[in-house]
Structure formats: structure tokens, C-alpha cells
């Protein structure tokens, strides 16, 4: 697995507030999805976000959303599991769609409701403009989200540096990367270092919150810069910028499904894009 | 004999720099994905879809502040902007890809800012993050929301601006100062540039606290106005009472209450003789079509004027002639606004309007 | 006899900012083939002169340097910045801190190919690499998911793997527990035995060491004070992790006069049938103690063995799945973190993730302010004798994360003294201290005992154990497996063949009267 933070040191700091946090990470897996070349799949997340964004109106935010729910399927990973890791986004465009409603008065009125002096009514414009935001909005995350749980960060590294990504550049993803879990357990463990001297985040007031806060931030950060100084001897010690370029160990092709991918889902969302402009 | 010291100047990043960059965007897309689900979080203690996270919306910008601190060369903050992006997409960020562009802009605001001001100091890292931390809320807008209320937009853009402020700009200030106190890494090495940094920050230190709380002082003045302001003149609630819109060739489209015009009210009998129904003349009181019309200055070539209906249904008018015409009145019924057209027929006489439109 | 690999000649360095050089006149050669090791008190340059070898000194780091560091017979000036990496390989002493991928291959490969070699090279050499360190099977691990020891088996391959002619380590074991440290020995010297290399490893604990030695470079104030073959080595070095105060020295185990009797027999803190789990199964089951007022108890075993997860269900951060903790008698499991530190007092390992004020003095009187009820006033005082009792007073108005890790280690401990809770838990509180301030908290600990408190110290030292603690409670995969009073935990541990947890010297067969002159 890729992150196991429900593991024995990550889950640390998960525990409790775990329910809050879907864990929007790498899932391992065969399908087909995770076997496309990282960077196909990034080119299909571009356009695709493009789609969304350029589509006018809600029904073509509907034909895109169905798609979604195809390529969920496609990764293995079911519609079922869309909405559930996804629930929050549900509530959150339900609530979009409220206040668009109650915002906008365009086009017919579909239903009113007097309450004294106060007056509820939907509107066509308004349902309308709502639907397309709230399906934009779950357009992009969804499909983000796919792709984050479909791709391997280390492969779309190596991928985007073998494609001509500066591997400096590149190395700095993956650096940063590899340090995620250590920085979860230094997490959990400053805050267990808080409570044991006696710190709770509950019934604080303003002005001790923001201190709190710095006693968390303070020693993450000069922790995580004293490793600096190491890692850079390490890194220039193993040739680390000593040429402009590297050469790299596995092999990462194009395969045919990669190619096809390539050339029809574009002009698939071009054709979808001319059909709903 | 001192033996010159060989830099390493083949890149404009060093290695060590990268690598600032790197940690900190790490630890930054971790903290980030958590105050994330926190702003989401308050949104649904507030009841509201989106805004009441803005009060934390500065701590996603104190890390491109440190890294720009702590690096000082333009285009860190740019790096950790983009690099923290990513990471926060992987991490699990509830804003998907979006979160790599919103992130990217403000770590380009806080190079151009500090590239501006041409100092690194309480100030311009007030500016910077209030600034970069008000982007976020304008890249979303620009992504998703392009027809929310203006003053809605300009609402919760200042609650970020204050956090960035205070929470990016001061607050990040205040951690780099120890930081740099700390030396966690050789600050000294390489062009000597941070040793003076620290000197810097040292010097300014006496008049710290006073800008500090100045700038505090200020802000919140300009928030609590702001907001007063909001509320008191500009806010308007969906509910109170049927709006309508006047739009076309107008000087200025508007949209507008029947209460707006209290002072024009006037009364007119009038008989409705309509092909089906006939209603005998009786007593209505409203605002004349005409006053509301003369408030947003048709254009000049302007001839017609159409009523529309919130079920759609359309009626044309001649618009020189409303203009002369005290007998048409705009009135409330229930909670919708009625035509009153006493010179015309019955299917003049529109219902439940909702749109005035000239052309 | 071959030209050296390393031929250093009169070399003296002074950082900026500095007036005294980290290394005054040092002459040194390194033979192919050799395994050389350098020793020292901290601070007496021999992590300079590893620098300098390896070539970061003076790239990197800015500062007067006179005389000549040669490798092969060039100047390591005349190399360009990085053009030794391929030639000198560095591993450094925190494993965190070396690794910069995500896989194991990947971080094997990155040497080579930063140097472009062609893949089919790569793969050759990440094999070889890894093979050498008896660690193929980690192949296709994820970095984060290793042991400190495969970490440090990882960066000593991915060092291996540009085929250097030396190879620099620089305490490598300081940051491991003893099973970890004794993995890491080996493949050392498994490498002196198998491969054509240079070994040149700093490291201040010897006893390990020393059997695969071909020389011994032993340092002082940036000067060479010895360079001798290892043989004779036991009449002149003494270990510094050794340098216990002489009347606790090894030996003095037991009911001594260093561990005062429990006065009560009413155990203080009780742990009934733990079990502790996260999502992935149990990493705590079955643990059953009574420790009484008045002991000192080590807590022992490798990491990831529960101590941590212990520690942190005593004072409630993490739930128990299963089981209670008793203070004095009283039911505490249902508690808050923040009450149950009022009763006990807790350092950790790392001190900088407990760091948090800006001045030594706020530091110390943080849990203080939230954790006792006394007025601020005789807080201060109190703060204040504990400070000059430690020696930190000079450094009260400063930030602490400036202060050396010795220093932190006993700021944390004061600031929790400060409050004086009952029962003290420390994790490795006596690392980075020299005699005398090992003598000043081992002091404090023994007042804290001859008071009725009660201390729990996680302690990787197993001479310290023997000296200061009356029992020990070894933990392993999650249990409880040795609890018992100190002469009978080393007999246990024997039997359980965890020697590397016994305390040098120790032999079963001669343990009353063991040669103990070997080591002090």
C-alpha cells in the first residue's frame, strides 16, 4: 500500500478524528485505470477538468458526472465507493445548491412558500445555476480524487521526470513525499507532547489558541529543517545535481491502451464540448 | 590563508533550498489537508456552505511565507505554492486539482509582493499573506462561482485578507524569527545573505510589537465596518419580499423592491376588460412603471418596453408611451408584483412580474 | 604498499564564526582495504575531519582551512563541487534524515543513476548493493515502512551502490536500539570481510566495534591523540557511555546503596491486562505490572516493541482496547490526558518535539503554569533552583532550541520536576550528558526515589540499568516478556539470547564476579 497511515505509526493521529478525514489517498489496485501511464492519466484529468469548467450548462455537467461514475467503475473502485468517500462533498454541494436557490430569481417560478413575512421560492434560474455549480464542483473533485486514488505519486514522479521534468524539480515531490508519514507520527507526537504538559485544545481562549498553535507548528518546523543539512550531504554525496540530467532504472512505455486513451478521450470531451456549447 | 570557497552555482535553487522547499511543502500539505477538513468543518458549525473556513484560510499560506523567508530568492514561495498544491492533492485534499491552482497563485502573490516591497519583515509578510490568503477565495470564485453576489464575495475575501494577515503574514513573522533563532540548518553557509536576515529581524524587533498591533488594530477596524456597512446597507435577504429586474438598454440596470419607491406611490381606478374576465373598476396602488423606468435612463434609441412573467409569459409595450403614462402602476399582490395597465386590455394587466426589459 | 586512498597532511579547519579550529594540525592516512576507526568526546572534531574527507569541507560549509586533504592523490579542492560522490560514499547517523525516495530500489538506484549509468548497470549494481547488506528482501519495500536498522542497511547500500573506494560512516548507530545497532555491526563487517573497501566509522561506543578494527584513531580537541592498532586498547580507552559516576559503576546492581528500598508496599501505579491496538491489530496484549513508590524500573526493549505505545497508555493518549491503569489504588483509564499528567511527569526521547517557548526560563515553567497549583511566584523559584542545579541558568533568558541536545534533554527534565509529579516516565534521559552531568540527574532521580516517587525510565543502556534500576520490564512484539529484578532480567535475557541487551561484560557463567575491569 501506498500510504498505510491506517498503520501502526501513521493511525497515531488519526485516531479520534478519524471519521472527519476520508483519507482521500493512493488505493492500490490492477484495474485498468492503474495500469494507464501516470502521465495518460494526467493529461485525461487536464481535460477533462477543462470539460467541466467550459461546460455551460447542467446538463452537460450531467453527462460528465455519469462518465465519472464509469471511470469509477473502470478503476475498480465502484460507485459505492465514490460516495462514500465522497459524502462530504454530497453535503456540501447540497448546501451550495440551497443558498443558489435562495439567491438567484431568473427564469420561472417553480414553487413558493409563504411563511409571514418571510417568502421562499425556487426558480428555474436558480435550480438551474445551482445544479451546474454543484456538478462542477463534484465533477472536479471526483475525478481529482480518481486520479489521486488510481496513480502512484512516486510513478508520475519518475514519469513526469522522464518526460522531461527537471529531475530536481521532480525529486522534490517525491522528497517531500517520503517525508509525509515521518511528519504524521512527529505530528501525533507534539500533540501527545502538549497534552502532557497539561495543554487542551478545549476551552482555550483566543489568545492561548494562537499560542497553542505555535507550540504545534514550532517544533515541526525546526524539526523537519534540522534534517535538511543531512539530506543535502546525502543527496550530493550520491551525485545529487552533479549533471543537468539522469539516466533511470525501470522503464516506463507507452502501451497500446495508453496510446488509445491518449488520442480518444480528448476529442471524445472536444466532441462532448461541441454538442453542449 | 583563506582559500576560496566554492559555491555551488550551477543552479539558482541550491539543492539545500529545493530541499527547504520540500520539508516545509510537506509538513504544509499535511498540516493544510487537516485545516482543510477543519474550514469545512466550521462551515458546517456556521451553516454555511462556504466562507466560515476563510478564518483559517491564513495557515495554508504561513508555509510559503516560511519557505520565502528562509530562502529569500524570488521564486521559493512560487515553488512552495506549487509543490505544496500537489502534495495537498495527494494528501487528500476535499478541493481536488483546484487546490494545486489556488495554491500555485498565492505562492506567486507572495513572491511578487516581497519582489515588490524588495524587504522581508513584518510588513511586507502582512501584505504578502493577507493578499495570497484573499486569492484563494477569488480562484474559487473564478472556478466555480461566477455568479455569486459580489458583496458576498467581497465579504468573505476579507475575512481571508484578515486571516492571511494575522495568521500568515504576523504569525509567520513571529515563527520564522524563532526559527531562525533556533537554527535548526547552517543559516550561515552559502552567500552569508541569511546571517544578515537574522541581524534584520533583530534590528526591527523594538518597533515589532507596535506595527503589530497597529496592523491588528487597523484590520479589525476595517472588518467591523465592513461588516456593519454590509449589513446595515448593502445586505439584502432573499427573502423579504418579490424583486424584479430592469435590464436592456438602460444606463443602469437595477434590480429593485416595490418598497424601494414608497415615496412615488399613488392610486389609480381602473377596470379590467379582459377577453374571458372583467373585473368592474376598482381602487390600485402602486408605483407607476414610469418612475422605476426614469431611474435607470433608457437609452435613447430605446422603443420597446417587455414585461416579463416568473412563469415566462411576455407582454410588449410601446415605451414612449409608458413613459407617458400615469396610469400604469407596478403593485404588490400577495408576494409578487402585478402590471396595472388601466388604458390596456386584460393581457396587458401581467402577473406575478419579474423582469422589465428594454430594448 | 598502495598508494592511500585518503592522505591528509597538517590539516587545521575553523568555522566562520569561530575562534577555535574544529581541527588543529591533523595528519592522517587512510591504506585501501582498511577499516579504520575514529573516537572521541563530542566536539573533538571527528565529524569535522569526516567532512573534510568527504569533501564537504570547505564546499559546503564556510570557514578557514590550511594544509592538504588528498584522495587518491588529488586535492579535494581541485575535485568539482559533488565530483567525489562516486568515490567517497557518506552515511550519516540519522537514518530519517538519508533517504529521499519512496522505495528501497529506487533510493539503491539513486546514485547511480545520478551519475547516468545505463539501466542495465543500475540493476546490477542496486543488486549487488543490496546483497552485500544481506538486505535483497527489502527490494521492493516502502522506505517508511523499514526499521531504523534496514533504514541504515538501506543508506549504507545506496552508498555502496556507486562503488566507492571508502566509505565515511558517521555514528551510525547513535540513533538505534541495541538489536538494530547489532544488524547494522554486522553487515560492517561483513563488508570489511567481503568487499575491497575503505571503512573509515566514527562512533563513541566501542565495544562493538572494536573486534573488527584494523586501527583505532582516538581524538581530543581537534588533535590526534592516539592511532594504534585495537589490540591494546582496553588499557587506555575508557567507553564514554560508560563513565557512570564510580560509586554506581558496573557491579553495584542489586539492592546497592544506589537504589533505595520501596518504603510502601502499596504499589503506586498498577497496569492490569493492557491491551492497546490501532486499526491494523494490537501492538500492546496481556501486560500486567505493579511498581511500587520509591523505584526506579527500566523499561526495556527494540523499538517498536510497545514501548512508546506503553508510555502513552499510561498517561491515556492513546485508549486501551482492553485492561485498566491504576494510580494508588484508583481506577484512572476513563481520565484525561491533562489530569493524569498532574501525577505524572513526562520527557521524550527526541526533546525538540516537546520544545515549545521562546526562553529557556517560559519553557521550563510551561507545565507548571498549566499542571500545578502553585502561585507563579514560587514557580519561578522553584524553576530557578532547578535551572542552576542543572547548569542551564546561564542560558535563561535564550531560545532553547539553540541549546545542545544534552542541554535539552535536561531542560525537559526540569521543567517537569518543576511540578513535582509522583511519577516520573523518561525516555532515554540521560543520552548526550558527560560524567558530571550524568551524576547530577542520576542525583535528582535517586532524591525522586528517597521521596516516594516513582521513576520509569526507558533506557537502551543496559549498564545504566544495571546500576541504577532495581527492576526491569522488557518488552517484546508487544509483551511483557521479562519483569523481574535486575540480576534476574539479565539472567533471562541471556536465555531469551537478547545478549545484546546485557551489560558489557556480562557472562552468565561468571556474572558475580564478571571482568569487569574490561570496561570500567
Known sequence: ?277 | MEKEIRKNKKYYLSNRDLLIVAVLSGIGGVISTYVGYLGNLLNRVFGVPFGAGQFVSGLHVFWIILAAGLIRKPGAATAAGLLKGVIELFTGSSHGIAIVLVSLMQGVIVDVILLLTRRHNLVSYMLAGGIAAASNVLTFQLLYFSGAPRTYILFISLIALVSGVLLAGSFGSSVLEIVLQARPYRIDAGTGQETDAVVETKGGKRILPHVRLAITALLLLAFSSGAVYYYAAVFEPPWTGPVCHVEGAVEKPDSFQLSDFKQYETTVTAELKGTVTTVPAQDYTGVPLRVILQNTHPLAGAKTLVVTATDGYKVEFELQKVLADEQILLIREDNTLRLIAANYPGGHWVKMVNKLTVE | MAKPVVSIVDLSFTYRGSEIPALNKVDLQVNPGEFLTITGASGCGKSTLVLCVAGFIPYAFPGKMEGLVQVLGKDTKDYPAGGLSGIVGLVQQDPEAQLCTLRVSDEVAFGPENLCMPPEEINERVDFALEAVGAAKLRNRQIHTLSGGEKQRVAIASVLAMKPLLVVLDEPTASLDPRCTREVLEVLNRLRREQPLSIIVVEHRLEKLLPITDRLVTMEKGKITADRAPGDYRKTYIPPRMCLPEQMCFGDTGGSSAVPEPRQNRPILSVENLRVGYEDGDVLAAVNFDLYPGETVAVMGDNGSGKTTLVSALLGMVKPREGRVLYKGTDITGLKVTRRARDMGLTFQNPNHQLFESTVFKEASLPSFFLSDKPAGETERVVDTLLERFELLEYRQKNPFTLSLGEKKRLTLVSVLAYTPEILILDEPLVGQDRKRLHLLLQALREHAGQGGLTLMVCHEPALAASHCRRILFLDNGRLVVYAGVQEAWRELARLGREEYLPPGYLPAVKENGDRNDVS
Not at chain 1, 471526483?142 to 514522479?157: E, H, I, K, M, Q
Not at chain 1, 502538549?194 to 524539526?223: D, F, H, N, T, W
Open chain 1, 1 to 277: 500500500m501506498m500510504f498505510p497511515n491506517r498503520g501502526k505509526r501513521g493511525s497515531f493521529s488519526s485516531t479520534g478524528l478519524k471519521g472527519l478525514f476520508p483519507g482521500l489517498t493512493y488505493v492500490e489496485g490492477a484495474s485498468l485505470l492503474h495500469h494507464l501511464h501516470p502521465l495518460v492519466k494526467l493529461v485525461l484529468l487536464i481535460c477533462f477538468t477543462l470539460a467541466v469548467f467550459t461546460s455551460p450548462s447542467w446538463q452537460g455537467g450531467l453527462v460528465l458526472f455519469c462518465l465519472l461514475l464509469l471511470s469509477y467503475r473502470m478503476g475498480g473502485l465502484g460507485p459505492g465507493f465514490f460516495v462514500r468517500k465522497l459524502r462530504f462533498i454530497f453535503i456540501f454541494g447540497l448546501m451550495i445548491l440551497l443558498v443558489q436557490i435562495l439567491w438567484t430569481r431568473e427564469g420561472y417560478l417553480l414553487w413558493q412558500l409563504d411563511l409571514g413575512r418571510l417568502h421562499l421560492a425556487v426558480w428555474s434560474g436558480g435550480l438551474c445555476d445551482g445544479l451546474g455549480v454543484v456538478l462542477r464542483f463534484i465533477n472536479v473533485i471526483g475525478s481529482s480524487y480518481l486520479f489521486v486514488a488510481t496513480t502512484d505519486p512516486n510513478r508520475l514522479a519518475y514519469a513526469l521526470m522522464k518526460a522531461g521534468l527537471p529531475y530536481r524539480a521532480g525529486f522534490m515531490l517525491i522528497t517531500a513525499m517520503r517525508f509525509i508519514p515521518l511528519f504524521r507520527l512527529e505530528l501525533a507526537l507534539v500533540k501527545n507532547a502538549q497534552m502532557a504538559k497539561g495543554i487542551e485544545l478545549e476551552g482555550l481562549s483566543p489568545r492561548l489558541l494562537i499560542r497553542v498553535v505555535k507550540y504545534l507548528l514550532v517544533p515541526l518546523v525546526v524539526s523537519a529543517l534540522s534534517k535538511v543539512d543531512f539530506l543535502t550531504m546525502s543527496m550530493e554525496s550520491r551525485a545529487f545535481g552533479l549533471y543537468p540530467t539522469r539516466s533511470y532504472v525501470s522503464a516506463q512505455a507507452l502501451s497500446g491502451k495508453d496510446k488509445i486513451a491518449l488520442v480518444s478521450i480528448p476529442l471524445g470531451l472536444l466532441l462532448f464540448y461541441c454538442i453542449f456549447s
